[in-house]
């Protein structure tokens, strides 16, 4: 009969389990259904068009024209005549020299790197955006937790004091304070219910999906420093693969080109054109009235005067590229602020979190103690009620340290430029 029953629990925990959503879980449904995700896969298939719309242009053009027409003429003495006329037409261009065009090439070869890496960089803040919301559903789930043990154990307090008071060993300001010390953690209790239910509806924006069990992280899970342990090699990572930056990068070398193809357009363009057609019209008279015609040339453009509207263009080309300066060297000042901060935030988290064990340790047995304390006489109601909230106070702390840790793991890969979905992975094996 044991074994029977063990066999029902473990399957009942393996049940409980498979229907909990992981990281994993969550990420590949984010990958799916997070709407900010997809504009970006769209963005860059729009942008990933224009490097061939721009090599189109520098191809042979090869055009056909054919017409039919009937006319009809009055003419005396013969009178009213009709005629037939039809045409055709075949012009083949092919574009030899055009720096404007060149350059527009280009630019948009920088424009669809710069769109590439663009879609690199939203693809690493869906993961940070999705290990923050489970992370904060986590956390506000522990709280929930930690206001509902705080509760009982204030109720328990509450009815001890009641007791004491029936027999006179408690005065009625004692009971007031637990009185009004159980009301305001209720209070907290249904607050933590709001938030919790707020942390669950931001994950399924991400998600499109409402889940109800959540797998919850190990106690206790490792605490890995980072490789290397130095913090001047992430920084130098940052500035090197920081997404974002390679992005900004990217553009301002589009910026450049830009410039170059304006400028272009004060230069002569020339192009290969060739035609051939035929026309058969009976008005034009004779024994063959169709007549072919071939032709093969080099045009030349060059233009003189536009309204100054090519001056203006390089003004605006050279104003973008001030823009795109602008957005490289703010990536930069985020790449490197971001990798410093994550880096500290894991090596200090790290010592963080070994002290709120400790901590949530000692107040668990500085409450036994007051409470043990209090029914000897020597400690008061307040000093109960005091200790309970050093208690929550430092299980709020240390479930706050321990996801922002594992939050400063993946930023600090992010700013690197070396966060990859198995990173996730890695953490999501540390859950339970």
């Known amino acids: 009969m044991p074994i029977r029953l063990l066999c029902c629990v473990v399957i009942f925990c393996w049940a409980s389990a498979a229907n909990a959503v992981d990281l994993r879980t969550a990420y590949q449904a984010a990958l799916q259904h997070d709407p ?21 242009i520098l191809l042979p053009q090869f055009i056909a024209n054919a017409g039919y027409r009937r006319e009809n003429q009055t003419t005396l003495p013969s009178g009213n005549e009709t005629f037939n006329v039809r045409s055709y037409n075949l012009t083949l261009n092919q574009q030899i020299f055009n720096l404007n065009l060149f350059h527009q090439f280009s630019s948009a070869r920088y424009v669809v790197r710069q769109a590439a890496a663009t879609l690199s960089a939203e693809a690493q803040d869906l ?44 005065t009625i300001t004692a009971v007031n304070q637990a009185q009004a010390s159980y009301d305001s953690i209720r209070a907290r209790y249904y607050g933590a219910q709001i938030d919790l239910q707020d942390t669950i509806n931001n994950l399924s924006r991400i998600t499109s999906v409402k889940y109800k069990k959540f797998a919850r992280l190990k106690e206790p899970f490792p605490l890995v420093y980072p490789k290397p ?40 363009n020339a192009s290969i054109v060739g035609q051939y057609g035929q026309n058969s019209d009976p008005q034009l008279g004779g024994l063959n009235p169709n007549i072919r015609s071939k032709s ?7 233009p003189i005067f536009t309204g100054g509207s090519r001056f203006s263009q390089i003004r605006e080309a050279k104003a973008r590229l001030d823009n795109a300066d602008a957005q490289m060297k703010q990536a930069l000042l985020g790449a490197t602020a971001g990798a410093r901060s994550a880096f500290s935030g894991v090596v200090i988290g790290i010592d963080q979190i070994k002290e709120g064990r400790l ?12 409470q043990e304390g209090y029914l000897a006489g020597s ?33 600090l890969k992010q700013a690197a430029g070396s966060l990859k979905p198995q990173d996730l992975y890695r953490i999501n094996g540390w859950l339970r």
């Open 379 to 411: 400690q008061t109601i307040l000093d109960v009620l005091e200790q309970e909230r050093l208690l929550f106070v430092a299980q709020t702390a240390y479930s706050q340290d321990r996801f922002r840790y594992l939050l400063n793991l993946l930023l």
């Open 127 to 170: 993961e940070i955006r999705v290990a923050q919301a489970y992370f904060s559903v986590l956390e506000a789930k522990d709280i929930l937790l930690y206001t509902k043990a705080q509760q009982t154990s204030v109720y328990k307090a509450l009815d001890a004091v009641k007791t004491r008071y029936k027999v006179k060993h408690a």
């Open 36 to 56: 900010t995700y997809q504009q970006a896969v769209a963005t860059y298939l729009e942008n990933k068009e224009v490097k061939a719309q721009a090599l189109a």
């Open 296 to 302: 093969i040339g080099i045009d030349i453009n060059l």
């Open 359 to 370: 901590a949530v340790k000692s107040n668990r047995l500085a409450l036994a103690n007051t």
């Open 229 to 268: 342990s130095k913090q001047q090699p992430w920084v130098m990572s940052a500035k090197l693969h920081n997404i974002p930056l390679i992005a900004a990068r990217y553009g301002i070398d589009a910026s450049r080109e830009q410039i170059k193809a304006q400028m272009g357009n004060f230069l002569p």
